[in-house]
DNA sequence: TTGACAAATATCGGATTTCGATATATAATA
DNA sequence: TATTATATATCGAAATCCGATATTTGTCAA
């Protein structure tokens, strides 16, 4: 990532995310990372793929073979299909960022000298 | 913490922004960063205590004995005090997990089909 | 008075997660 | 034909946090 600790732990998250509307394959799900953070987000080759076995092995997704006859170049494309129990994984991630979350932002945001 | 990798790289932004308040010391960090956080954290001494070594180590904070004629038992009380170096980088951090926090939910919550 | 307990600080090894470097395959392009 | 872009893959290193453990010291109950 640009800034290496800040997306510790919910890379899966946002990787099931993406899935979740729509399946891709690797190298197009860096990108999309990419853009739809605005540049904030860039994850690399060697963080996404052993990511994505674990997803795998933890039955969060299932895969298959993209087309052969796809005129890109580069390896056969590997597409990911995000599962029910990834699905069900997902939404108890969200769940715990979005508390998470406020749990940082009520320390941060407390005005100096308030009333605990 | 309550879950493990949820505040991973932001806990010394945390301490420092409860330092930033007042003067405390580490036992003390432990007891408002839960109380403060509705029970969402529970940072453990065994993560707190290196953390602290680390922040003096950096100039981010200073140190002072507390009192000795405090009837409370245990060891002396160290106090710290969040330094001048210590107040800028909380403000570079605090930046850097606004913009993060926004690019998360910027993808957690985009919905099913829309137009990116 | 003495033994248990609570408060407080400290250190170490292990677990988890991510990245950089590197390798491989292949089609388009110059 | 050589280079480049696409695409997947693996490995070791680095960073961070926690659980277990240890130590010190004052209070309080038995």
């Not at 990108?31 to 080759?45: D, G, I």
């Not at 795998?56 to 597409?79: A, H, I, L, M, Q």
């Amino acid at each position: 990532m640009g800034n290496k600790t800040l997306t510790y732990g919910n890379v899966d998250m946002l990787v099931l995310k993406l899935l979740e509307n729509q399946d891709m394959y690797g190298y197009q799900i860096i990108e999309q990372l990419e853009k739809q953070s605005q540049n904030v987000f860039s994850l690399s080759a060697g963080s996404l793929y052993p990511l994505l076995h674990n997803l795998e092995v933890k039955d969060y997704v299932d895969t298959y073979e993209g087309d052969n006859n796809s005129k890109t170049p580069g390896k056969k494309r590997k597409y990911y299909h995000i599962t029910e129990k990834g699905k069900a994984y997902l939404a108890e991630k969200s769940k715990e960022w979005e508390q998470y979350s406020s749990a940082i932002n009520s320390i941060l945001f407390v005005e100096k000298g308030a009333a605990i």
